[in-house]
């Protein structure tokens, strides 16, 4: 069964820290691993990933897959109060365009 | 606004009851997914649609599910004989195809089943 695996499931730190994210999957027919960040409303789309090693970046936000460990991190750099959310990491197989597997989520909390 | 739209945001039905949701996907997106997210789980897939077809069911969902996309452009997911456990956020999704295949989530309707 296809399965998403994230860690930890929660998280507090301060504002300014930096944090990492960690999803894991075990799926057929892997094709790309998305990230999505999700407030008090439906998931944003924050990045897809499909190639090994090659870093995707916006702002302080930057995810990188690993397809050897079947992995991704996400790293969230100087923290805002903002990026209080909970961070979703899903698994698209092949062809492409199907559903979607997500995980558990990761909910950060950022304290003042 | 051009992004997925759903009504009504908020059901509150009795147990038993029927219910119907509406999507409305972004307008040059073919396909369109429709997922339930309990409280503290991830989205789980229901079924999507490439234009009026409905291409892919999941096996947890029974047959008081139905989803109709008609003219491959809004959708509709209607519950039947409603049950507790049928309280949930239900999402749709949308996403060009062929394309690069991120999919866009709308606001979500809220079901609580009393």
């Known amino acids: 069964e296809d399965k998403v695996v994230q860690s930890p499931l929660s998280l507090v730190v301060h504002e300014g820290d930096t944090v990492t994210l960690n999803c894991s999957y075990e799926?057929?027919?892997?094709?790309?691993l998305l990230w999505y960040k999700q407030e008090k409303k439906a998931p944003t789309f924050l990045f897809m990933l499909?190639?090994?090693?090659i870093e995707k970046k916006s702002g302080r936000l930057s995810s990188i897959l690993d397809k050897k460990e079947l992995s991704s991190i996400l790293n969230i750099t100087a923290t805002q109060t903002g990026d209080s959310a909970i961070y979703l990491c899903?698994?698209?197989?092949?062809?492409?365009?199907?559903?979607?597997?997500f995980g558990e989520g990761t909910q950060l909390t950022v304290n003042p | 606004d051009t992004g997925v739209s759903q009504d009504p945001r908020h059901k509150i039905t009795k147990r038993g009851q029927n219910v119907t949701f509406r999507c409305d996907p972004i307008?040059?997106?073919?396909?369109l997914y429709w997922y339930r997210q309990t409280l503290g789980q991830g989205p789980e897939f229901l079924t999507y649609?490439?234009?009026?077809?409905?291409?892919?069911k999941s096996r947890l969902l029974s047959d008081r599910f139905s989803a109709e996309r008609p003219k491959g452009s809004f959708s509709t997911l209607e519950i039947q004989r409603t049950e507790q456990g049928d309280s949930a956020m239900y999402l749709c999704?949308?996403?060009?195809?062929?394309?690069?295949?991120?999919?866009?989530f709308g606001p979500g309707t809220r079901l609580t089943v009393t």
């Open positions: 999704a949308s996403s060009p195809w062929p394309g690069a295949y991120e999919q866009y």
């Open positions: 799926v057929t027919n892997f094709r790309s």
């Open positions: 499909t190639s090994s090693g």
């Open positions: 899903a698994v698209e197989q092949r062809p492409g365009g199907s559903r979607l597997t």
């Open positions: 307008s040059e997106h073919n396909r």
């Open positions: 649609f490439q234009n009026e077809a409905q291409l892919e």
